[in-house]
């Protein structure tokens, strides 16, 4: 059994990696969308192919990356982190439940039958 210390989340700083991670994704895209848009450029001989390809790729890997980084399952750390710095701001609720009818009477449909 690892004793673990309590930590509040304002007394917990980010790694150097931790901080850099959201700049390396964007950066890798960037480079990405650098290197279509030289292509382009080469094969095309045209400034505004070059930058509208630079772009549309720039925003077609960020949205890829973004959904990749959504699949990765956080580890155990993470959602002990993340649990606590939800119990520092007195919990919540999700955000997509429905907030109960004023009256109480969550039977009703929107027209109020």
């Known amino acids: 059994m690892s004793a673990r210390k309590s930590r509040t989340?304002?007394?917990r700083q980010p790694s150097r990696r931790?901080?850099?991670r959201p700049a390396e994704l964007?950066?890798?895209s960037a480079i990405l969308a650098l290197f279509a848009g030289l292509i382009i450029l080469i094969a095309g001989h045209s400034w505004l192919a070059a930058v509208i390809g630079f772009g549309v790729i720039f925003i077609i890997s960020l949205v890829i990356t973004a959904l990749f980084v959504q699949s990765i399952k956080p580890t155990e750390?993470?959602?002990a982190d993340l649990?606590?710095?939800d119990a520092a701001h007195?919990?919540?609720r999700?955000?997509?439940h429905d907030k109960p009818a004023p009256d109480g009477?969550?039977?009703r449909g929107p027209q109020g039958h």
């Open 90 to 92: 007195g919990g919540s």
């Open 94 to 96: 999700p955000v997509l």
């Open 9 to 11: 989340p304002a007394a």
């Open 83 to 85: 649990a606590e710095q």
């Open 18 to 20: 931790e901080v850099l």
């Open 105 to 107: 009477d969550e039977n």
């Open 77 to 79: 750390d993470e959602v």
């Open 26 to 28: 964007v950066g890798g």
